[in-house]
């Protein structure tokens, strides 16, 4: 072989091993660090929390504790968190002021006040003027009532009442339509613009019934108010509301309607009952309230605060607050819904089937239009309070000054 040819093959050798070197794999860089990724922190959100100060206690089957019930359904609906102190009084808290309590609320986290008593109204705003950071919802009052006598701007503050007077004159309806005396007892608290109006709704419910489904004349209804001097029974402080509902049912009264927080006259009608007398009585306030006695309960008007309470409490969670005068009344729809009715009445089970059948035809011709506060209405002095065909304002109703001609009671407090 020539020496050539050596030389071209060994040339071709070469060739290919630096091919194969070229095509061989490739030294890799180390890949680079990828950082640690940490797990996303757990969101935690707190509840929204608000307070409640109740002027008796949480579970008087009365007024208190539709308000600590309505702050359970707010609770329910929004995730909330209801914090409260009950029996918020000079007696059984004496030396305290509602004002120093809602401070205590509001170190426990509460963003919202509700001051639940007509009591209170000073102290709420007070209390409102005092903290602006905090929202305040008197429940009555009229503060913030722009046509109202007491008006003030406070802008954290709201009032929320019921439309309690429909309540009243279906409540006076269904003593009408039962009593066998005529005699209709109407057990008071204390005396001021909100009981006046009250106790006289009743009265104008009892006499419409009276006429219009007994075909009876009105001179022959007795309608009387005893006022015992405050909301519920304070021993020394007040008349003994047991007392006064027995003076009722021995002197001829054989039904009696509360206009207080607690339940007696209805437990002294089932102990007259229980005697073999015929008598009856008409709670106040609490949904439950017949479940006390319910075989002498003709029913029960009742407030259920929780829409009105829900929709100021999404309020002032979401930053649309807005101070405003509220007096809620019934869904006429259906009184007793209880995601939209400010104003209830639950028939009970001394009601008969006739007067039963008579109430729903008075409770649809109020949900129709039927207004009692026309004229001609006088007070009970004698005063006219109202023309022949006059409709009463807001205002006037609001502020009766006296009871209305046909009620036998005090009208002011002495």
């Known amino acids: 072989m020539s020496r050539n040819l050596l030389l071209k093959i060994a040339l071709l050798m070469m060739v290919a091993v630096l091919a194969l070197s070229a095509c061989g794999p490739k030294a890799t860089e180390e890949p680079a660090e990828v950082p640690a990724t940490e797990a996303p922190e757990e969101q935690t959100t707190e509840p929204f929390v608000f307070g409640m100060l109740l002027v008796g206690p949480y579970n008087d089957h009365g007024w208190s504790q539709a308000h600590y019930e309505a702050g359970q359904y707010v609770e329910e609906m929004m995730g909330a968190k209801m914090v409260y102190l009950d029996k918020v009084n000079p007696a059984d808290r004496p030396g305290t002021t509602p004002e120093q309590l809602a401070e205590d609320l509001v170190a426990q986290g509460a963003k919202v006040i509700v001051f639940n008593s007509d009591d209170m109204k000073d102290a709420a705003s007070t209390f409102a003027k ?22 003030e701007e406070i802008p954290n503050l709201t009032n ?20 066998q005396t005529g005699k209709i007892g109407y057990l008071g608290p204390l005396i001021n613009d909100e009981t006046r109006r009250l106790a006289a709704s009743a009265y104008l419910g009892a006499k419409y019934c009276w006429q219009t489904y007994r075909d009876a004349d009105p001179a022959d209804l007795s309608f009387k108010v005893t006022w015992i001097g405050f909301w519920f029974n304070i021993p020394g402080f007040t008349a ?48 439950g309230s017949c479940e006390e006695a319910a075989d002498v309960c003709l029913g029960v008007p009742y ?11 999404q309020a002032a969670a979401n930053g649309t607050w807005e101070s ?58 004698g005063t006219p309070y109202l023309a022949d065909g006059e409709v009463a304002t807001d205002q006037q109703i609001w502020y009766l000054p006296q009871l209305l001609e046909g009620m036998e009671g005090q009208s002011v407090a002495e």
């Open 160 to 179: 929320i009442m019921g439309r309690m007077e429909y309540g009243k004159m279906i409540a006076g309806c269904a003593a009408a339509l039962t009593t």
């Open 303 to 313: 407030f259920n605060w929780g829409p009105s309470y829900l929709e100021a409490m």
């Open 130 to 151: 005092a903290n602006p950071d905090i929202y305040v919802i008197m429940a009555s009052g009229d503060q913030v009532w722009k046509e109202g006598q007491n008006y």
């Open 324 to 381: 405003q005068f509220i007096w809620a009344g019934p869904d006429w729809a259906d009184i007793n819904n209880h995601d939209t009715s400010a104003i209830g009445f639950v028939k009970g089970a001394a009601l008969s089937d006739e007067a039963s059948a008579q109430l729903d035809d008075f409770i649809a011709e109020l949900a129709a239009g039927l207004n009692l506060w026309v004229g001609p209405l006088n007070l009970q002095d």
């Open 240 to 287: 003994d509301p047991t007392q006064v509902a027995d003076d009722f049912y021995t002197n001829g009264y054989d039904v009696v309607l509360s206009g207080i927080d607690t339940t007696e006259a209805l437990v002294e009608a089932k102990k007259f009952a229980e005697q073999g007398e015929a008598v009856w009585a008409v709670p106040y306030d609490y949904v």
